[in-house]
């Protein structure tokens, strides 16, 4: 079977109200299980179209036994629009959506879906309050850059003797420099899958809603999984910390101005 495949409120945190039932924190994961299925986790209207024209092409025109699993939001706000010649890159699963300011210390901020979003807040944090340039990076399938990086691997690992290949990750992080955070509604794996992939050397934070889902306001939510734009400011200055980049009583101000309880329980076992 082909066709298209839309999941509606999407994400452990989009659907505030409604308890269990419509708490997906997984189904990408279990998306990437599945070899024929093509899944992205699109935060924008154009991404979604340039997605559906993709899977068109593919299942009408190549006639490719696939089947596409995109999740969608119901949370109004504003679409940037198409930025021309990124439609290959957003089909790949990962662009550039804003380009920080020249000067470092500087960050990646990677995001998807509804977290997207908080990103895109947490580099106007990092900007106004810290001094700290950052780059947002959609992110539109973590599972479509992990299946790249593994092909990759494969490839290098068939072929020893000549150049080896370099994963789309790499390719587009390679040309900006800094710690990686990446921040998503859906649980930490599947961020985690393109760990190996990265640069050698580059600082990567993952932020995820491991955990039981649970009904909230979605800010709460957010808070409560740790993955709204204070706790991605946060990772992002543990990561600069780390290499030396800003001091580590940076770490501690930012958890103290943004009222963050550094000891509460665990999301994963609250």
Not at 78 to 101: D, F, N, T, W
Not at 140 to 164: C, I, K, M, Y
Request: glycine share 10%.
């Amino acid at each position: 079977a082909r066709g298209f495949l839309l999941g509606g409120t999407a994400g452990r945190t989009t659907l505030n109200g409604e308890g269990l039932q419509h708490e997906d924190g997984h189904s990408h994961i279990l998306a990437g299980t599945i070899p024929n299925c093509v899944s992205y986790d699109p935060t924008f209207a154009h991404e979604v179209g340039v997605i559906l024209h993709h899977g068109l092409v593919r299942m009408v025109e190549q006639q490719d036994n696939v089947y596409f699993y995109l999740t969608l939001l119901n949370e109004n706000y504003a679409q940037p629009g198409l930025r021309h010649g990124s439609e290959e890159e957003i089909v790949k699963g990962m662009y550039l959506l804003q380009e920080g300011a020249k000067k470092t210390p500087r960050v990646n901020l990677l995001g998807s879906g509804t977290i997207l979003r908080e990103s895109i807040a947490a580099r106007e944090l990092l900007e106004g309050e810290w001094g700290i340039a950052a780059n947002v990076w959609s992110c539109p399938s973590f599972n479509q850059l992990a299946r790249d990086g593994q092909d990759v691997e494969r490839w290098n690992l068939l072929h020893p003797t000549e150049r080896p290949r370099v994963s789309f990750v790499a390719q587009q992080l390679d040309k900006f420099g800094g710690p990686v955070i990446a921040s998503t509604d859906y649980m930490k794996n599947y961020a985690e899958q393109i760990r190996a992939f990265l640069p050698k050397g580059r600082s990567y934070k993952v932020l995820g809603t491991d955990g039981f889902g649970r009904s909230d306001f979605r800010s709460k939510l957010r808070q409560h999984f740790e993955i709204d734009r204070h706790y991605i400011v946060v990772a992002a200055l543990k990561a600069l910390s780390e290499e030396g980049s800003v001091p580590v009583a940076k770490v501690a101000e930012a958890i103290a101005r943004y009222e963050i309880d550094a000891d509460k329980i665990n999301p994963l076992y609250a």
